[in-house]
């Protein structure tokens, strides 16, 4: 069993950063790969960033790459996603998730276990 809890989202204008966390309960947190996902009220989950279980692989969504950085520490169990650059269309509830597999970083369905999300909006 495996918690997730997100922290630092909140408001912030066009061009600036937030750094997100995601903190992890459970001694297993380093064989899971790691990822971000964000929803939008009434669509679909959007992959963003995942990262493999020693941090030696990382993959983003083509519209956040270059922008955002994806990072893990699992001495402390937590993964941040940085984010800069932010845009109004970066608006939406961040979840992290885990998956104990490599293959289908990108797929929702491959993930167990998900964090309860953290707001970010971007004023235009």
């Known amino acids: 069993q495996v918690q997730l809890v997100e922290s630092g989202g909140g408001l912030v204008q066009a061009g600036g950063s937030l750094r997100l966390s995601c903190a992890a309960s459970?001694?297993?947190?380093?064989?899971?790969?790691m990822g971000w996902f964000r929803q939008v009220s009434g669509k679909e989950y959007e992959f963003v960033a995942a990262?493999?279980?020693?941090?030696?692989?990382?993959r983003y969504a083509d519209s956040v790459r270059g922008r955002f950085t994806l990072s893990r520490d699992n001495n402390k169990n937590v993964v941040d996603l940085q984010m800069n650059g932010l845009q109004p269309e970066d608006t939406a509830v961040y979840y992290c998730?885990?998956?104990?597999?490599?293959?289908?970083?990108?797929?929702?369905?491959?993930?167990?276990?998900w964090g309860q999300g953290t707001q970010v909006t971007v004023s235009s």
């Open positions: 459970g001694s297993t947190f380093g064989t899971y790969a």
């Open positions: 998730a885990t998956t104990p597999t490599i293959v289908g970083l990108t797929t929702r369905n491959s993930y167990n276990y």
């Open positions: 990262i493999t279980w020693n941090g030696g692989h990382t």
